[in-house]
């Protein structure tokens, strides 16, 4: 197709060998051999996604900080968990996660079913004490009972249930049909010539040897930000304080190093980087191009690349509201 | 009608002249003439019914404590607001709230519109500083331009549009066929015998004088709780404590008299009463007999009025989720 060849040849421009693969963004994503999608899985995922009731306060649920009715995410620097609390890290988007070889920011997790077990029992986020507490709460439920009978068979209420249907609902949320998938299938009038112009030099400046792939976020995993030290903007945003990769592993060469999140809908979730420190898509880019290509970008670049990003911006599936079950005994104050 | 002509003699034994309308609930709530429901407003007052923007830390939305999810409330005592405070009163449910004569428990709104505007800029609630706050966020996002444009007209963002669109979404907000309203429509299998025997032993106590019509919260406004002075319960539950009506009015008379809340779905919306002391349906069953006329009921009478309390739990409609408009500068931390 032109575009591949198009891309393929800007690139060539810059040495670099990675392979930018010009791919419409998948209408399916792939699941686990243990965990194969459902209808019953996905309905219930989408339940306890949205049940402030997995929060130990009952106020906070998976969509309080990655709001399927938003951008997937918060739009805040630090998301705000059980009794007001504040995470050190911006909450990535939900929207097309399914893709990411790895979750978290720090890529801790291997998999959808393992992140979701994360936040439930993290206690600056939903506070729960245990997931034994969660699936105790679960099962006084009877909806839920059903639900899990439904998805998994009688009496399956667990922790690793509860993680496969969140995982099984959060693989559907995908944001296929963007001007920029409609382009790569060959409509030409799809992306603007500003937008064209914006991938052309993206591709040229070397942006796509990370963010590649169908959500541009590959070829490989993690990559370490900020490449170039500059002390005026890291006075500025104290990229480097938080140390990424390296606080899972403790490795010092990890430093620094961040999985390498999609662009895709990347104009919807401001603010920008882990920590969510720049609040506007045009200064995330001239700070990526200088703190990771050295290169200082024109007022113009800038805003053509803004113009492809937005171009990366895809069709929300129309969900329907899940309905929570009620429990006649509250739990709460 | 069989079950009308049943209620209206079983009515007439304990005396009472009020008319007990064994009506189904109606499909339609009617609105006001100057804010006719149209679907551009209705799914514009979604948005803004289910946006934390509208709230000062971006993370309280009505929705929140009147989670159209569950039982139209929070199944909470006391709401959480931002920051974490609580509220002071059990939130009422949104679902049916159309056919509220009053809105808040106190009853000091007149309409839905006129309760839309209260939350948003209450400092425990929702916290704006003021409702130009709000309105200068709306008009910060591009989707909300259009979204009140297609409602009302060019440049149409003001707090009176936007409360106006959220009553007329929460005027969608009712949930019919319930077994009750299936029973009284002729299909007498839709209780079961235990459902009517509670519903008789209901209008023979006399609940039925004050919960009456097709919402089960007429035919008057308020009523005094508790009636009867108990200094034993009163001791437990603090009833008394808020004085209701009285905090708005000032007038000693109006002390303790509070909105007839409507009992479709009291099923799904533990706890129970003003302050949410009562954390199950028997025990608020008890006590309304206890308190309001006097009466002790056997575990037989309350298990019958629970089992029909049940029958007035309806069908939710199926609602889509709203897609919440981005603003590409956060407005949060």
Redesign the interface.
């Known amino acids: 197709m032109f575009k591949i060849r198009l891309l393929v040849s800007a690139l060539a421009l810059t040495g670099s060998m990675s392979v930018v693969a010009a791919e419409a963004l998948p209408t399916k994503a792939p699941a686990p051999a243990d965990n194969p999608t459902t209808a019953e899985k996905v309905a219930l995922g989408q339940m306890l996604y949205?049940?402030?009731r997995l929060s130990s306060?009952?106020?906070v649920s998976c969509a309080?900080c990655h709001?399927?009715?938003?951008?997937g995410d918060?739009?805040?620097?630090?998301s705000?968990g059980v009794?007001?609390q504040?995470g050190g890290r911006s909450a990535p988007t939900v929207w097309n996660s399914a893709f990411n070889k790895v979750q978290f920011w720090d890529g801790r997790a291997a998999s959808l079913e393992e992140q979701a077990a994360g936040p439930v029992t993290n206690p600056i986020e939903m506070g729960m004490k245990s997931w034994d507490d969660v699936v105790a709460r679960l099962k006084k439920i009877e909806g839920y009972q059903k639900a899990f009978e439904k998805a998994f068979g009688k009496d399956s209420i667990s922790k690793d249930t509860a993680t496969k249907a969140i995982a099984a609902y959060e693989r559907t949320l995908i944001t296929p049909n963007s001007a920029y998938d409609k382009y790569v299938k060959g409509d030409k009038s799809a992306m603007t010539e500003q937008q064209v112009r914006g991938m052309n030099k993206a591709v040229e400046l070397g942006c796509t040897s990370c963010h590649s792939g169908p959500a541009f976020n590959g070829p490989g995993t993690f990559q370490k930000f900020p490449v170039i030290d500059n002390g005026y903007f890291e006075a500025q945003y104290d990229f480097k304080k938080d140390k990424g990769l390296a606080e899972v592993t403790g490795k010092e060469e990890d430093e620094n190093f961040w999985k390498v999140p999609t662009l895709r809908n990347v104009?919807?979730t401001?603010?920008y980087f882990h920590n969510?420190k720049v609040?506007?898509?045009d200064k995330a880019v001239k700070l990526m191009a200088k703190l990771q290509l050295g290169k200082d970008l024109s007022d113009a670049e800038i805003a053509d690349i803004v113009a492809f990003l937005d171009a990366l911006t895809g069709e929300?599936p129309?969900?329907?509201?899940?309905?929570?079950p009620?429990?006649?005994?509250?739990?709460?104050?």
């Open positions: 949205h049940d402030p306060s009952g106020t309080s709001n399927t009715m938003l951008g918060d739009n805040r620097g630090g705000v009794g007001g504040i104009a919807l401001a603010p969510g609040k506007t898509l929300f129309e969900q329907k509201m899940p309905r929570l009620a429990y006649s005994g509250n739990t709460f104050n």
